[in-house]
């Protein structure tokens, strides 16, 4: 089992930027990616950002170049680095771990909420 703990959520003015940050514990050994989903009001969950075990980085289009998902595997966290926010980007953001045995664990979800 793995146990996730979320931050960074907040409110913040187009254009601004935000960090999440997600700190895993438990049977961290059997971890193959970390990364971030999302779910705005009323829409599916969708992938955000992920981050396999040997640094390769996988992005939705309508982030890249804005967004840096980050890996600290010595602090076992992960890191979503966000820039130039756009209203669009409102969304609960959730921190997600796939393992070995191809088991999804998620965190509670943070919201990120990008208004003027």
């Known amino acids: 089992q793995v146990q996730l703990v979320e931050s960074g959520g907040g409110l913040v003015q187009p254009g601004g930027s935000l960090r999440l940050s997600c700190s895993a514990s438990?049977?961290?050994?059997?971890?193959?990616?970390m990364g971030w989903y999302r779910q705005a009001p009323g829409k599916e969950r969708e992938l955000v950002a992920s981050?396999?075990?040997?640094?390769?980085?996988n992005y939705a289009d309508s982030v890249k170049g804005r967004f840096t998902n980050s890996r600290d595997n010595a602090k076992n966290t992960v890191y979503l680095q966000m820039n130039s926010l756009k209203p669009e980007d409102t969304a609960v953001y959730y921190c997600?771990?796939?393992?070995?045995?191809?088991?999804?664990?998620w965190g509670k979800g943070t919201l990120v909420t990008v208004s003027s």
């Open positions: 438990g049977t961290i050994f059997s971890i193959t990616t």
């Open positions: 997600n771990v796939l393992d070995w045995y191809g088991v999804d664990y």
């Open positions: 981050t396999t075990n040997s640094g390769s980085t």
